[in-house]
């Protein structure tokens, strides 16, 4: 097995292993809840329009894998999951397939099993715009996330030491013909870089943040010696990160991070977040396509009961939920608010 595929099957391990309970902080979110909802259950629906095709709902499975036989289980498995329930799905990093074309039929699955739905392709953002194209292509992909891992890629060993990825970030967006989503994965994007990628044309947005899948500690387990724990001090919650992105907004703000029930995807909603997704969750309900649908139908029905206390019949009512907000996450509130950041 290659070094590579190696990798893929070690995150699948370790992610699975160090899966701890959720502090992305979305605890410290109170939600204020109406009397009277006036609204009945039949009145709900959780379908929505993601870029061009509808979903029934607006949470989706986010990155997580390919590049191995084991990937290649996990993808079939979560594919006909999403196919059977209409939700969206991302494929790990395809970069492998530039060294190791004979992988693809692990991310290819997962479109064979699924022909008609969402599906993203995910690249690392040293992907050449003509590899990224042909991912594109190939797995008949609907959008393209590129993934912004500096704190994993300093703690690999082997991982990139060269962080100049902006020019090759709008190439590759200027390439390919669908939706480009860039995405952090685990650590957060903060109030001042969010405002950063938008001003260079980067309109939909994965903030990441941590509070789950933790890719820095994931590396540290991968390291034999010389863990780069202090890196751990770098992190921004999922629900600090979403608070950020209030002011000014990308055009799709996608919240991700943690989350691991219907509570933390209702509470992403009304924080800002028009998507959210879900990556480790999911892994640990892929032991079986059953195990899967259960989850995702799960998650549908408590997230339709949260909007029938709630009173919402439709997505753009979300925003005008009451919440406060603990005195840490508060605080911190005011902070990025009264800096000006740029
Ligand atoms: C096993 C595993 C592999 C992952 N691989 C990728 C990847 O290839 N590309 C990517 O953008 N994110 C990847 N991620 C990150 C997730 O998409 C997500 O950003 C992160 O896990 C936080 O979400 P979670 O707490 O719900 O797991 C991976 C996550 C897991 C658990």
Same mark, same amino acid.
């Given at each position: 097995m290659s070094q590579h595929s190696q990798r893929k099957d070690d995150h699948l391990k370790l992610a699975k292993m160090l899966f701890f309970s959720s502090h992305n902080e979305l605890n410290q979110v109170h939600l204020m809840r109406p009397v009277l909802p006036e609204i009945a259950l039949s009145d709900i629906s959780l379908t929505i329009k993601l870029f061009n095709k509808i979903?029934?709902?607006? +949470?989706?499975?986010?990155?997580?894998?390919g590049g191995s036989a084991n990937a290649e289980v996990v993808n079939r498995r979560l594919a006909q999951a999403a196919a059977k329930e209409n939700i969206a799905m991302s494929l790990g990093s395809a970069s492998i397939l530039e060294k190791e074309p004979k992988q693809l039929n692990?991310?290819?699955v997962a479109r064979q099993e699924n022909p008609h739905g969402f599906l993203f392709a995910n690249?690392?953002?040293?992907?050449?715009?003509k590899t990224a194209a042909k991912i594109v292509k190939i797995l008949s992909a609907d959008a393209l996330q590129i993934h912004l891992n500096v704190l994993q890629e300093i703690v690999m060993p082997e991982g990139d030491r060269n962080f100049h990825w902006l020019d090759n970030?709008?190439?590759?967006?200027?390439?390919?013909e669908v939706p480009v989503i860039l995405k952090e994965v685990g650590n957060g994007i903060s109030k001042k870089s969010l405002a950063f990628l938008k001003s260079n044309? +980067?309109?939909?947005?994965?903030?990441?943040?941590s509070g789950g899948?933790?890719?820095?500690?994931?590396e540290n387990n991968r390291r034999e010696k010389n863990k780069l724990n202090f890196i751990d001090d770098l992190n921004l919650s999922t629900a600090k990160c979403l608070l950020g992105a209030q002011e000014n907004p990308p055009e799709i703000l996608i919240s991700s991070g943690g989350i691991t029930t219907s509570m933390d995807i209702f509470k992403s909603l009304i924080l800002g977040a028009d998507f959210v997704g879900i990556a480790n969750l999911f892994l640990q309900h892929a032991d079986s396509t059953t195990n899967l649908i259960q989850l995702i139908q799960q998650l549908k029905s408590e997230l339709t009961t949260l909007f029938a206390i709630f009173g919402i019949s439709d997505f753009s009512s979300l925003s005008n939920i009451d919440y406060y907000l603990d005195s840490a996450l508060f605080n911190y509130f005011k902070q990025i608010?009264?800096?000006?950041?740029?």
């Open positions: 979903v029934s709902a607006p +949470f989706f499975i986010n990155a997580m894998t692990s991310f290819l690249v690392n953002p040293n992907t050449s715009p970030l709008k190439k590759i967006q200027d390439s390919v044309g +980067f309109e939909y947005i994965d903030i990441g943040g899948t933790d890719f820095a500690t994931i608010n009264t800096k000006k950041v740029d």
